[in-house]
């Protein structure tokens, strides 16, 4: 096997790694929900170092590829995809810091009736199906798959749109609530961030491997 | 006398079929890389362009190479007069035994030119194009042997641009040169195709990235693709491209 074959191959393994790491903080956040497991909270925030060294270290082996091999076609297209598609992940990664560390104050005395209402599980279940689905799809470099996730963000995308209304049912019905609709809310809008970030990286995965540009088109033009 | 149209070009030394259904137009005033793995043909295909292979008994060549509209291997063209159209440059640099002035002056002189203003002009117009005239404007009596490599490199362009081609052809023109001397010699393409069509066969590929506009993959005799440069490095057609380009193989 060529040397640029051997380092292409470990920046793919590495990426994603890296996918599975943010994947997996993703879906602590919603069991932290269902168990109430502020545990699993302190995991998700301690998680996060971790999930930057492993950004910072793809960084620097895309550089490496870059000035050594001097990549082109699906190598070069791969290594841009993957520069992309790390700093997606740390994104999402931070949003999902975010709630966990929301979580570890509010999810023992929270009414889970307010959870439902913004449909936060359903949305971080939705999130973490995208990011498998992107797991497998570069994994199997299935483009079918990767295409998927634009119609899970535009699930994502209506619950967003819907919380506007539930935020100003549930202020006037529970103002003593106010603090935490408002943080749930903007919760709601944190997922829906994931869900973009992760459409994003659908997106390079089909330029990865069709070079097929999808980036600003319409939902509809990048499903074909 | 610019735009060079192969078309169904079949060429074999003896029996050994070495180009295989070649069609393929170089438009006038652009850079055209060949590359492709050793053996696969470019240089073959590149010395048909000014025919240089007639000088090998044993090649044929069936097809048709217009450079203008022109059949270049019909029965009434001449040559000499085709090859001062169609100049080479070879890999290894090949000054003659002259001086500095007498190597870009000679192409000149052969061909009856007895003026010698004009003479002079012409060296010095085509030293300056090759970019060596700061080099070696205070020593031209000097021989050409005594120059480095990159610079006798340089030299024989600038004789080749004496004789006013319109293509040139640059048969690895860089491989023997040092990456300094490689790098003025990428320059001086890229300043020529202003006024010149430019072959280059080249088995570097970054070279070929940087300094053409379409690039032409051979293998094993048969032009495999052939495209805008910037589309074959990033999203080559054929599997075959990808895997030369990639370094997967050859």
């Known amino acids: 096997m060529a040397q640029v074959e051997l380092e292409i191959q470990a920046l793919k393994d590495n990426l994603l790694d890296m996918i599975e790491l943010v994947e997996n903080q993703v879906s602590k956040c919603r069991k932290v929900i269902e168990k109430k497991d502020v545990r699993l909270a302190k995991e998700v925030i301690a998680g996060e170092t971790k999930v930057n060294a492993q950004e910072l270290a793809i960084d620097k082996d895309c550089e490496n590829i870059i000035a050594l091999y001097n990549p082109v076609a699906g190598d070069l297209r ?8 790390s700093n ?20 023992a005395h929270i009414d889970h009736k307010l959870l439902d209402q913004f449909d936060i599980e359903k949305m971080l279940q939705t999130c973490t199906v995208m990011l498998n689905d992107m797991h497998e799809a570069l994994k199997k470099e299935d483009t079918k798959l990767a295409r998927k996730v634009f119609d899970k963000d535009q699930t994502l995308n209506a619950i967003n749109r819907k919380s506007v209304k539930s935020a100003s049912t549930l202020l006037k019905e529970h103002p003593e609530d106010h603090k935490i609709i408002l943080r749930l809310f903007t919760i709601v809008r944190n997922l829906e961030r994931i869900g973009d970030l992760t459409k994003n990286i ?7 491997i069709e070079a097929q540009v ?3 088109h319409k939902p509809e033009q990048s499903k074909s | ?30 850079v055209t890389a060949l590359i492709g793995p050793s053996g696969c043909g470019k240089s073959t295909f590149l010395r048909t362009l000014n025919r240089m ?5 044993s090649f044929r060549l069936k097809g048709k190479i217009e450079i203008d509209g022109k059949d270049i291997y019909a029965k009434k063209v001449k040559v000499e007069e085709l090859r001062q159209k169609v100049g080479i440059v070879f890999q290894k640099p090949n000054p003659f035994p002259k001086s500095i002035f007498e190597n870009v002056a000679y192409g000149l002189k052969i061909q009856g030119t007895k003026d010698k203003k004009f003479i002079n002009e012409r060296v ?42 319109s293509i040139i052809l640059m048969d690895e023109p860089a491989s023997a040169l040092d990456p300094l001397s490689s790098a003025k010699i990428e320059e001086l393409i890229g300043e020529l195709k ?9 088995h570097n590929m970054q070279q070929a990235a940087r300094v053409s506009d379409r690039t032409a993959f051979f293998y094993v005799g048969e032009l495999v693709e052939y495209n805008k440069t910037s589309e074959l490095f990033t999203n080559p057609k054929n599997k075959q491209t990808e895997n030369y380009i990639t370094g997967r193989f050859g």
């Open chain 1, 88 to 107: 997606d992940l740390e994104r999402i990664a931070d949003n999902a810091c975010s709630l966990a560390k929301f979580l570890k104050k509010y999810v």
């Open chain 2, 194 to 202: 202003e006024k010149y069509t430019i072959v280059i066969v080249t």
């Open chain 1, 202 to 208: 659908g997106e390079e995965i089909v330029f990865h």
């Open chain 1, 78 to 85: 791969f290594v841009l995809a993957t520069i992309k598609i």
């Open chain 2, 124 to 165: 010095e117009r085509s030293l300056r194009q090759a970019a060596l005239w700061a080099e070696v404007k205070d020593i031209l009596d000097k021989s050409a042997l005594s120059l480095s490599g990159g610079q006798q490199q340089r030299l024989c362009i600038a004789r080749t641009l004496a004789v006013k081609p």
């Open chain 2, 1 to 30: 006398m610019k735009q060079i149209v192969a078309e169904d070009v079949n060429a074999y030394y003896g029996e050994n079929h070495v180009l295989k259904n070649i069609n393929l137009t170089i438009r006038q005033n652009t």
């Open chain 1, 214 to 216: 999808l980036k600003h």
């Open chain 2, 53 to 57: 292979n007639d000088y090998i008994d």
